[in-house]
């Protein structure tokens, strides 16, 4: 999904929980594969309240952060009752564009998926692409030293 | 839900169909009671499409209608596979509320819930609640010969 | 929904906290009805996982526990970013059902909502209705001193 | 996703058509992107009824069919009122998988998004992964002219 040779090895990594509802589980008993997206929002969610880089951190500077691809292997079913841990590492790039990894695993510590998703930012008021890095965001790369 | 008695006999009323997504059974094989709601909704926008009353046409005005109360009796299980069938009825009330009553069916035409719900107008702008029936709302009745 | 006047006072109650997800947030901005019957869900959960009433423990005794009927009142509106606060009460019954009353309250501690839940018992393999109480649920509401 | 080079050059399509929920837009008016993994879900029921491979078809030979990858790129905006028409083609596969592309066409016939799910065979009883091609999908490999 994303070819670009980064030089910068810093990374900021957050960790969280998530319950799996009852309602999540289909009837193989297994969790819905579209659910993990969810799981991928929550851990971006936690991230953000953690690092202040979250969907109202980013309005507050008139923009909004759509995702623009997302990506997810399954490797093990999860099942109700199982609580999920949902490890978000940012990934810096050099483009205006925000670069997640994501690892999901299940009560017994085992993976069960991987993924990624690439957001771009746009401006809230009228949808425009913004092509250059937003100049909040570069501070926040400065103040975690992703530069 | 409502007590006010209506002295008003005519009813308007839509019938549409929703198939149940694998994804919406739980791990018993049953669709999650909750994904009820939302077969109501999907029998309210077709409704609204057939009569002029969406969301949309709504808008066009000015105003939202959000949901205030709602209430469902679940009789049968749903399975995956299942097409349900909505039946929508308007039901006039004097008060600035749009009422609805819906009966849920499976492929067999067993009725495997019923329900209702209330909606008020409130503007868009101000989220200020109307007391008295719009005026696009009193038209549209009269259209129907609902008054 | 329940008019059987209880003769017992004992109640139990639990108290769990909810973010509220951007992706429950519609067009204007407010959360979507229907998500609040899967907060009443999360509520029954930490209910069910603080005094030993959940899905797994029914299952445990070869019952599972579907909703037959359900009914919220939306006073409030939710928003993105606001934490919501489920209050779920047990409220014991004579006859073999599970009655749950909710509140959900918003970040400043306002009531945004109100409703209840009532659920039977039915054997997981059968899928037979239960008429008289289960003898673990008897000895649940021993315990909990609500009989 | 998959690299693995194809010398076969048949493939299988169908065209559904989906109607975006006033629920799946988020508050900036636009369809959250995680919903574009049930209109892919969608797509596939789809493409299985009119096929024969659906979830039921499988279960018939005692298999299921998760989804073990998915990925979606976002090209444009989805808002409530469009009409999704997602067309699902099938690519065969010399191992024992399932893979789909998926298009996802707003209601002026642009791309709003591209995407591709794999999935595998495992027995529903023992959750065994099946190595080998089932008979059955072989057989209606051959029906279709894939191989």
Redesign the interface.
């Known amino acids: ?1 994303e070819k670009e040779i980064s030089t910068i090895n810093q990374v900021l990594k957050d960790i969280t929980q998530v ?1 799996v ?3 999540e ?6 969790v ?3 659910h993990y ?2 799981y991928f ?2 851990g971006r ?1 936690s991230f953000g309240k953690k690092y202040g880089l979250s ?2 951190d980013c309005y507050a500077h008139g923009l ?1 952060i ?9 490797k093990k ?1 999860l099942r ?2 199982d609580t999920v841990t949902v490890e978000t590492t940012f990934l810096p790039r050099r483009a205006a564009k925000v670069f997640f990894q994501y690892r999901i695993l299940n009560s017994k510590g085992e993976v069960v998926a991987t993924g990624s998703s690439m957001q771009v930012f746009v401006e ?1 008021k009228s ?1 425009q692409l913004q092509l250059t890095n937003p100049a909040f965001f570069e501070d926040w790369k400065v103040k975690w030293k992703l530069e």
């Open positions: 999904m319950a509802r009852f309602n589980a289909d009837p193989l008993g297994i819905w594969h579209g997206i969810r929002e929550d969610e969907y109202l909004a759509p995702v623009v691809s997302v990506q997810c292997d399954y079913a109700y009752g809230v949808f």
